[in-house]
């Protein structure tokens, strides 16, 4: 499975902080501290909003990274380190008003007085269902599920008082979701729940945690999928030439002081794009969608729709993070053409990514990704590969590329070599 990086330009134009986080890494770790980073921040931004097809959204993200066993994909933990400190005012916070009150409770002798219930910001992938409905409940501005072994969710997935896929499914778009049971006669309603997801597994773990493409679930991650095997690498205190805590404990304070300035903030903050940039997405996402209707790939219309709300989103966290500094946030901010332009660059790429995990929950079909299905829409019925050397030259595919994806179509019967060099398409 060949996959590809996110590019270099996404790297030279990320605001200030997010260049500081990433810079000291390289290739597949990068591109994982990057966006775990992002899933992170998704959850850290209260009061932070914008309208996309009509309706209001907040940041929240759901990442889910696969990739085997010593790929580097363990570098995601050090993401959590972000919201870490957000946590722990939140919870410290939260238990002091709970002795408090149940102090007073006890003093006064009035057990008619209710005491405010736990709210912290970071929860474990273990937990059941019923304890999401209270924790987004209690939540000022929403909750992060942070979890590096996929498989934990899933195993909470499987039993009845654990299944929280629902949940995912309709926090994603801020759906009321609601639980009523005649057992304890308990009742919990939340009106606009926020959740952000990042979560890490292998392979063997994407089937079990996400079983469909069908159920939604799956149209609603951003997916980021390689099997680069990392070698060995020197760890000794020599060869570390960077105190990677040090580094995201500093940028976890300032996130930490952004989250106070955004909730003290007087008004809640719109985030918006220039008429220019949502007429250049439009343009983008309706090529996008005709490409994959032409192709009879209309069964891949839901990840690509949804990947343009998680473009929006992704635009709306830079735009706070690039304005970071801010001592108060006006009612409105426009993306910066670097933001757009970077949220589209990881977006072309992360559709793709989505495509090759589909082919993980998949028994038998193999999804073509956006590229594969653009070149087959571009070559002839009958080409050669001198043809293709071309047109893979027009839209920067390198040869290398470009002849993994012959063979890789090829193999899946949407191409037959009818001679040395000399390609079919089949059914065109």
């Known amino acids: 499975m060949e996959t590809d990086f996110l590019p270099e330009i996404v790297y030279q134009k990320l605001p200030k902080v997010l260049l500081e986080l990433t810079e000291p890494f390289s290739g597949r770790e990068k591109d994982v501290v990057l966006l775990s980073s992002l899933g992170v921040l998704s959850a850290a931004l209260p009061k932070v909003y914008g309208n996309y097809d009509g309706n209001k959204y907040s940041s929240n993200l759901y990442l889910l990274i696969v990739a085997p066993a010593a790929s580097g994909k363990g570098v995601m933990n050090k993401s959590k380190v972000l919201i870490e400190k957000i946590h722990q005012n939140i919870l410290e916070i939260s238990l002091e008003n709970i002795t408090e009150c149940e102090s007073v409770k006890k003093t006064k002798k009035d057990l008619s007085i209710k005491c405010p219930e736990l ?110 095997v990392m070698g060995w690498k020197d760890v000794s205190p020599s060869g570390i030439k960077i105190d990677y805590n040090a580094l995201f404990s500093n940028v976890s304070i300032e996130i930490s002081n952004l989250y106070q300035k955004l909730e003290n903030n007087i008004s809640n903050v719109e985030i918006t794009l220039s008429d220019s940039q949502w007429d250049q997405f439009n343009r983008d996402m309706s090529y996008v969608t005709e490409l994959f209707i032409n192709q009879n790939r209309s069964d891949v219309l839901s990840i690509i729709k949804r990947q343009g709300l998680i473009f929006f989103r992704i635009c709306m966290i830079l735009t706070i993070i690039r304005n970071k500094d801010l001592e108060t946030f006006p009612n409105n901010i426009v993306c910066d053409d670097a933001d757009y332009l970077i949220a589209f660059e990881i977006i072309k790429i992360i559709v793709d990514h989505s495509m090759h995990a589909s082919n993980l929950i998949q028994n038998g079909k193999i999804e073509l990704t956006v590229r594969e299905t653009q070149f087959l829409a571009n070559m002839n019925k009958n080409f050669t590969r001198a043809d293709a050397v071309v047109y893979a030259d027009q839209i920067n595919i390198p040869t290398r590329t470009l002849d993994y994806m012959l063979k890789k179509l090829t193999e899946c019967n949407f191409l037959s070599k009818t001679s040395n060099g000399v390609y079919e398409q089949i059914g065109k």
């Not at 501005?141 to 195993?155: C, K, R, W, Y």
């Not at 606009?192 to 149209?219: A, D, R």
């Open 119 to 228: 709210e912290v910001k970071l929860i474990p992938g273990n937990v059941s269902s019923s304890k999401i409905y209270k924790h987004l409940k209690n939540a000022a501005h929403g909750i992060l599920i942070f979890e590096t072994e996929a498989d934990t969710i899933s195993v909470m997935l499987k039993q009845d008082w654990g299944n929280f896929s629902d949940i995912m499914r309709k926090a994603f778009h801020h759906e009321t979701i609601s639980i009523s049971r005649e057992t304890d006669d308990k009742f919990i309603e939340v009106g606009y729940p926020q959740l952000s997801l990042v979560i890490s597994g292998t392979p063997n773990q994407v089937k079990p945690l996400i079983n469909s493409k069908e159920n939604g679930l799956f149209s609603r991650f951003i997916f980021y999928v390689f099997d680069d």
